[in-house]
């Protein structure tokens, strides 16, 4: 088993980026809470943000054993955004994400607005680590929580954010369009659509305006299907539909969407050939870990493939006391993700 990264703090939902050659990671961060678990998430009562950052990896390519006796140096860079910098926020910094686009950096993060609900902020610096100034208003059109953002490889440097996450992340309350004002309070609450026929409710993606705090166009269902059927995965496969913790790589031509199935608390990926989808159920990324989330990053760093993820092990199973891990990975000829390195 991985030791913790990082064990002085309690963090959670790993972002990891790699920005001129260092590995950056942009976590949540779990605080102790008198707050009684709950499906709506209440008693993740995060109210900061730090960034921590690693030159190597090299013990985890190893065994888990190695970075136990050596565990590599993370540098932790300190608070970068706090709940009372931001001016619509209530409460609950959830999970952020960060990208680099055209020498600028920019922390994405969900929250609570004034009137409780789930909104997507931007922060922008100039370095990795900030500071970050973040703007006076969310992301028009935005909603839900869980921003994981993606710069393509193109000429263009084309950048998306996919979001959404059910239950306390109010998916659920976005059935009747895609955007603020289709809020639906009735479905508030561990709520998602089931029954014969019922289909999984979809991920969410926009693509980013040249600015990065802004939508160029419309918010789109990002479409993940069964193989099996060619068809949308049914609401009741809770083994395979979205629940939350969207997060895209691109390894060649390939895309690859990677998300948690919450309640049955594995880590998922489908395919697909455009940043917009279709994408198709093709696998597991990581089987239930200790604790009740599971939210994740990959990541190619120094030429290896890493899994960021957490559990709550240093707490010994606080559910809302994570800590953020690694473990590397591979791919076999045919491109599918796999947990042991192939033979040649």
Known sequence: MSPPLITHLYTADPSAHVFDGKLYIYPSHDRET???????????DMAD????SLDSLDAYASSPSSAS?????????????????????SKQLWAPDAARRKGKYYLYF????????????????????????????????????????????????????????????????YQKGNGPEHFDAEWLGPKEPSGPG???LFPKVAKLADDMRSFEGPVWDLVILA????????ADDHDRRFFEAAWMHKRGNVYYFSYSTGDTHYLVYATGSSPLGP????????????????????????????????DCELSKGVNHLRSVKVKEIFYDKDGKIVAEKPDE
């Open 279 to 310: 994408f198709t159920y093709a696998g597991r990324l990581l089987e239930p870990v200790l604790g009740w989330t599971t939210h994740h990053s990959v990541v190619e760093f120094q030429g290896r493939w890493w899994l960021f993820y957490h």
């Open 69 to 89: 006796a050596n565990p590599p140096k993370v540098t932790d860079h300190g608070v970068v955004l706090r709940t009372e910098d931001v001016p619509w926020v």
């Open 110 to 173: 969900p929250a609570r607005d004034k009137n409780s609900v789930f909104r997507i902020g931007v922060a922008v610096g100039d370095t990795p680590v900030g500071p970050f100034i973040p703007d006076p208003e969310p992301i028009p059109g935005s909603f839900s929580i869980d921003p994981a953002s993606f710069v393509d490889d193109d000429a263009d440097e084309s950048a998306y954010l996919y979001f959404g996450g059910l239950w306390g992340g109010q998916l659920q309350c």
């Open 49 to 52: 943000y730090h960034v921590f």
């Open 227 to 234: 193989p099996e059927t060619g068809e949308p995965i049914d």
């Open 34 to 44: 008198d707050i009684q678990f709950n499906d709506n998430g209440d008693q993740y």
């Open 198 to 200: 019922a289909k999984a």
